[in-house]
């Protein structure tokens, strides 16, 4: 069994109001920190001010650069990386695709009149025929992964192996993990990569906006109202399961709709059990592993005053 961080400290946005050395002081971390930027995909070493921000004791593990590194070196990985890639997008296409119809059915289901009970009972076939869809595509992204992982097997590849190997070199050496955000998909792909969920064992983990996706058990990508007109939330796959039971929502009050009481509800139906938990600017949510088991429950606890919302339809565990 994997060692657990040792705790798991989910912020808000860090671009225009930085909480973060905050969060650090109060949960008294000392010691160097390990950056991990690579959503930022070719920026990720422009760290001044985030290595600023930490008091310039960081290094940052360039996981982006690092694939780069191996998929030149290993042309046939790379091809092979590039076929699997192709793949998952094409599952997404076509997952999109049936997801759009299945919320357009409950969209109109919740609107129409009939008595209560009645239109209770539709309202929630529908959401667990999209929970059904969102099951069944995580399921084939995770054979895909699977698959990929069965016949090249990444830690036993030279390239990789060595890679890993600096990788934990530099953990050792810290204290902490920050996790920022960026391309959520490049970053998730990064840290299975290199193991970075069994890497970080032991060590206070912060993370936020694609950062905190990324390391939830299922990464959900979400906008209701982008520029190119309504959105929806998507399911893309499993992420790094540092944080369990929980859908990690930064920035909702840019991208959600929290003002429609029935578009916040369904939203958090569909993905019951899991409580879905809104990140607004400033707001800090701290996960503590009971008995150093990834697998066991975890307490979370919310800093008074704090800003932190949460869409659910039932209450969390709060302390």
């Avoid at 798991?8 to 930085?18: A, E, K, N, T």
């Avoid at 310039?56 to 990985?77: C, M, S, W, Y």
């Avoid at 992982?149 to 204290?175: F, M, N, Q, T, Y």
């Avoid at 209701?224 to 939330?233: D, F, H, I, K, L």
Wanted: charge should be neutral; hydrophobic fraction near 40%.
């Amino acid at each position: 069994m994997p060692k657990a961080p040792r705790a798991v400290v989910l912020l808000g946005s860090q671009r225009f109001d930085p909480s973060l050395g905050a969060a650090v002081s109060d949960l008294r971390v000392e010691g160097r920190f390990a950056l991990i930027t690579a959503g930022w995909q070719e920026r990720e070493d422009e760290d001044e001010e985030l290595a600023e921000h930490l008091g310039g004791n960081t290094v940052n593990l360039k996981l982006h650069a690092r694939a780069e590194q191996i998929f030149r070196a290993d042309p046939e990985l790379h091809a092979a990386h590039r076929e699997r890639q192709t793949l998952l997008r094409h599952r997404q296409d076509f997952y999109r695709i049936r997801l759009e119809h299945e919320l357009e059915a409950e969209r109109v289901i919740r609107g129409r009149q009939a008595p209560a009970a009645i239109l209770e009972q539709e309202t929630q076939a529908s959401i667990e025929s999209i929970r059904a869809l969102d099951g069944w595509h995580l399921a084939q992204c995770a054979l895909v992964h699977e698959e990929f992982e069965s016949k090249w097997r990444l830690g036993e590849r030279p390239s990789v192996a060595r890679h890993r190997r600096e990788i934990a070199a530099l953990l050792e050496d810290c204290a902490a993990v920050a996790i920022t955000g960026g391309h959520v998909a490049t970053l998730a792909n990064r840290l299975a990569m290199f193991d970075i969920g069994e890497l970080v064992g032991g060590k206070v983990v912060f993370a936020w906006t694609g950062g905190a996706i990324a390391i939830s058990e299922r990464i959900v990508l979400f906008h209701e109202q982008p520029p190119q007109g309504p959105g929806a939330s998507e399911i893309l796959e499993s992420g790094l399961g540092l944080v369990p039971g929980v859908v990690v929502m930064p920035q909702a009050e840019e991208r959600l709709l929290l003002d429609a009481k029935d578009r916040v509800q369904m939203t958090a139906r569909r993905f019951e059990p899991d409580l879905c938990l809104a990140l607004p600017a400033r707001s800090r949510v701290t996960g503590m592993p009971r008995f150093g088991s990834v697998c066991e429950d975890r307490v979370w606890r919310v800093p008074k005053p704090t800003r932190v919302s949460t869409v659910a339809r039932r209450r969390a565990s709060l302390t």
